[in-house]
């Protein structure tokens, strides 16, 4: 499975940027999706899902209220809104194992090359 996200880049704390991902299996329409990132030198932490429908969404409390997910069938988006500077990781789209895969890892089976988020202060 092939997944790509992209839209990061270098911005200043308080703008928005939007992290789109796209797959090449039409067959991840029928399950989550979800965002994580990974800042250096620490671990990968989730950051929203969605369902299979969009019906569901879950956020990070960290980013709850700032960003938001949506989906397309196959392609899954990110628009971050009021980027602080601990926010800066790369950003990592994955797709879920079953139609509501929440926050854990372990909830997700193939993921995409990241892309790399920086907001400076």
């Known amino acids: 499975v092939q997944l790509q996200a992209f839209g990061g880049g270098l911005v200043q704390a308080g703008d928005s940027l939007r992290l789109s991902c796209t797959t090449a299996?039409?067959?991840?329409?029928?399950?989550?999706m979800g965002w994580f990132r990974q800042a250096p030198g620490k671990e990968r932490e989730f950051v929203a899902a969605i369902s299979w429908n969009g019906g569901s969404t879950s956020y990070a409390d960290s980013v709850k209220d700032r960003f938001s997910i949506s989906r397309d069938n196959a392609k899954a988006y990110l628009q971050m809104n009021s980027l602080k500077p601990e926010d800066t990781a790369v950003y990592y789209c994955?797709?879920?194992?079953?139609?509501?895969?929440?926050?854990?890892?372990?909830?997700?089976?193939?993921w995409g090359q990241g892309t790399l988020v920086t907001v400076s202060s």
């Open positions: 299996r039409r067959t991840s329409s029928n399950n989550a």
């Open positions: 994955g797709i879920g194992r079953s139609a509501y895969s929440g926050s854990s890892l372990n909830g997700y089976q193939y």
